[in-house]
């Protein structure tokens, strides 16, 4: 069945510095990806998502995503980060054949000065 | 262009007591979803409708029903509620798989808490 770890949970880092949060799918054919993000009491936005070709995908506020096939990996990135990046980031994946998607748990991010 | 939009806010009930969350979309969406999030489980998925008329369960559908009966709205309804089903509820939407996107839009949310 279709799934997503998120295998960290909470992660710090400081103003300026760059971040990777990480992201593995269980997926049959070759899947669709999306990272979501949610501000504190706000809804899901999607930052970025990855259907076909080129492995490296820009979104939107500075991120990017890389899709590894060989490490069923969709890690997403951002050089300096700024305060406002402060949230929570959702990897997700369609149900196979189906429609909804399937998230991983989140992965809350804290910035500090 | 509102985008997806959820009724209420934020709501109490008592257990036992029933309500309706009313989610609604301008965008001429095929596709709506219900989903619940709780602290460290994510997004789960409770129940979702691919047109007008037509429902399917999701991951945790149990104590809740839908109803699609406009294109543009999708009702979640607790019959009876629980403290269990405390929790923040989130509509989305999306238009169908044909026009290769799957990406879903979502509302603000409904904060519901069950005392």
């Known amino acids: 069945a279709q799934s997503v770890t998120q295998p960290d949970i909470h992660i710090t880092v400081s103003e300026g510095a760059s971040l990777e949060l990480r992201c593995n799918y269980s997926?049959?054919?070759?899947?669709?990806l999306f990272w979501y993000v949610q501000s504190p009491g706000q809804g899901l936005q999607l930052l970025l998502k990855?259907?076909?070709?080129?492995?490296l995908v820009q979104g939107i506020k500075g991120f990017e995503a890389e899709f590894k096939r060989s490490q069923s990996s969709f890690n997403l990135r951002k050089p300096s980060v700024h305060w406002s990046d402060a949230a929570e980031y959702f990897c997700?994946?369609?149900?196979?054949?189906?429609?909804?998607?399937?998230f991983g748990k989140g992965t809350r991010l804290s910035v500090i000065a | 262009n509102a985008g997806v939009t959820q009724t209420p806010k934020f709501r109490v009930l008592k257990t036992g007591q029933s309500m309706t969350l009313l989610c609604a979309q301008d965008?001429?969406?095929?596709?709506m979803y219900w989903y619940r999030q709780d602290p460290g489980m994510g997004l789960r998925l409770i129940h979702y409708s691919v047109g007008e008329g037509t429902t399917a369960k999701g991951e945790v559908p149990d104590g809740y029903n839908v109803s699609r009966l406009k294109k543009q709205n999708f009702l979640l309804g607790l019959e009876s509620a629980a403290p269990s089903q405390t929790s923040v509820y989130f509509c989305?939407?999306?238009?169908?798989?044909?026009?290769?996107?799957?990406?879903?839009?979502f509302g603000p949310g409904t904060r519901l808490t069950v005392t």
């Open positions: 997926y049959g054919a070759t899947p669709y």
């Open positions: 997700a994946v369609p149900l196979e054949g189906n429609t909804p998607l399937v």
């Open positions: 965008m001429n969406h095929e596709y």
């Open positions: 990855y259907f076909s070709g080129d492995t």
């Open positions: 989305a939407s999306s238009p169908p798989p044909g026009r290769i996107t799957y990406e879903q839009y």
